[in-house]
């Protein structure tokens, strides 16, 4: 017969707590508090060092020692906490998480998770949103997988979320020029007081304006420089005869914080939240490519005087010859060009465009009116009216040929 002890109260375990003979115990349990305390400030040195790294350019010297450093911090996360075997169904994404296609290497991580099995933990949040992990949680959750192996972070507030999430995926992995825009829009309006998604473009493209009037531009390499750097570049902007304004000040510099280019977010990202959304659709679920995209988004019913529905059918048209047929953007330009033929002059004679009423529109396209307009005197604005009256009066007296 095996006597079994009789369990210690809790007041007991206190006495002999405190007594000289558990001495030894105490000394060790402090011992490795001060340890895991320790290692705990390690963790979060690493993660600023990683955070700083990754707020900028790397060369490949510092990709190397970023992949380190990421690697030694995974290590000890491991070491003080463990991995956790969480539920996929528990996990959900970051909604600040400006990738939003992943098609092509959710389809590459499902062949390593099912010949490699899981090489490393997912990041999540104690409320299980991701941090960092998402294509290993989508194919995870395609292939049916019940858990993933998963390590904790803290929780720091929603603007360095996104912040973040931007930074990361600008290094480890390119984002599409939408993806791109949306996320650089929500970030400036996360940091600048006072404005809305819409007006980080336009507040972008009328100082842009304001600049090549006075034939100047920004350095090409001012997103790469430090802060005090691109302060210095905006007030010798303003000595110029500039106006901008605090809050533009500032949308730039939180844009060339993230080292994004202005003039290049102008050209080559921000046009992409014009598309229609049956295209941002087909960006994202069909992989239609945004240059390709841009050119489709000039199907649309106000320019061809068509209905809505027709011009929904035809860009649809557009874009399954582009994925299917992996049109490049000169034959996609082609296609688009065909399809205006046939709906202009079904007889096949296209009238002939007029070169200086093309100018014409470029140049009031351009015109930057809420500049220019609350500038003008009084006499500049009458006689602005009177042209413009006068122009309209020929118009509506006269159709085209």
């Not at 109260?9 to 558990?22: L, T």
């Not at 001495?23 to 690493?46: D, F, H, P, V, Y």
């Not at 065909?338 to 202009?344: A, C, F, M, N």
């Not at 470029?362 to 307009?373: G, R």
Request: proline share 3%; net charge negative; with cysteine.
């Amino acid at each position: 017969m095996v006597l079994r002890r009789k369990p210690t109260s809790p007041e007991a375990f206190i006495e002999a707590a405190n007594s000289s003979d558990s001495t030894e115990s105490l000394n060790r349990i402090q011992q490795l508090e001060e340890e895991l305390a320790e290692k705990q400030q390690q963790s979060q040195s690493l993660v600023s060092e990683i955070d700083q790294l990754r707020s900028r350019t790397l060369d490949e010297t510092e990709k190397t020692q970023l992949q380190l450093q990421i690697d030694e911090l995974r290590d000890q996360l491991k070491t003080t906490q463990g991995e956790t075997d969480y539920p996929i169904s528990r996990i959900r994404r970051n909604e600040h998480q400006p990738r939003q296609t992943f098609d092509v290497e959710v389809a590459a991580m499902i062949l390593s998770l099912e010949r490699e099995g899981q090489l490393d933990p997912v990041m999540i949040f104690d409320d299980g949103t991701l941090f960092d992990g998402e294509c290993r949680w989508r194919a995870a959750s395609q292939i049916g997988w019940k858990t993933l192996k998963t390590v904790f972070v803290p929780r720091p507030d929603d603007r360095t979320i996104r912040r973040r999430a931007y930074l990361t995926s600008l290094h480890r992995q390119s984002l599409n020029p939408l993806d791109r825009a949306e996320a650089l829009v929500a970030i400036a309006c996360d940091h600048v007081e006072g404005i809305s998604a819409v007006e980080v473009p336009r507040i972008v493209s009328r100082v842009q304006k304001r600049i090549k009037r006075k034939s100047l531009s920004l350095d090409s390499e001012l997103h790469r420089q430090s802060v005090d750097v691109q302060q210095a570049s905006l007030l010798a902007l303003k000595s110029e005869g500039i106006n901008i304004s605090d809050t533009e000040a500032s949308v730039f510099l939180t844009l060339l914080g993230l080292q994004e280019h202005p003039t290049s977010l102008e050209r080559n990202v921000f046009n992409t939240l014009n598309l229609t959304s049956d295209l941002k659709d087909a960006v994202r679920q069909q992989r239609l490519g945004c240059s390709q995209a841009l050119i489709l988004n000039g199907l649309t019913a106000e320019r061809l005087k068509i209905t809505e529905r027709r011009a929904l059918s035809l860009r649809q048209k557009g874009v399954k010859m582009v994925v299917e047929q992996s049109l490049t953007d000169a034959q996609t330009k082609q296609w688009v060009a065909e399809q205006k033929h046939r709906l202009v002059s079904p007889d096949g004679n296209a009238p002939v465009r007029h070169v200086e009423a093309d100018r014409f529109i470029k140049s009031i396209n351009n015109f930057d009116w809420e500049e220019v307009v609350p500038s003008m005197t009084i006499e500049q604005h009458q006689e602005l009216r009177q042209h413009l009256e006068l122009l309209l009066e020929h118009l509506n007296s006269r159709e085209p040929s």
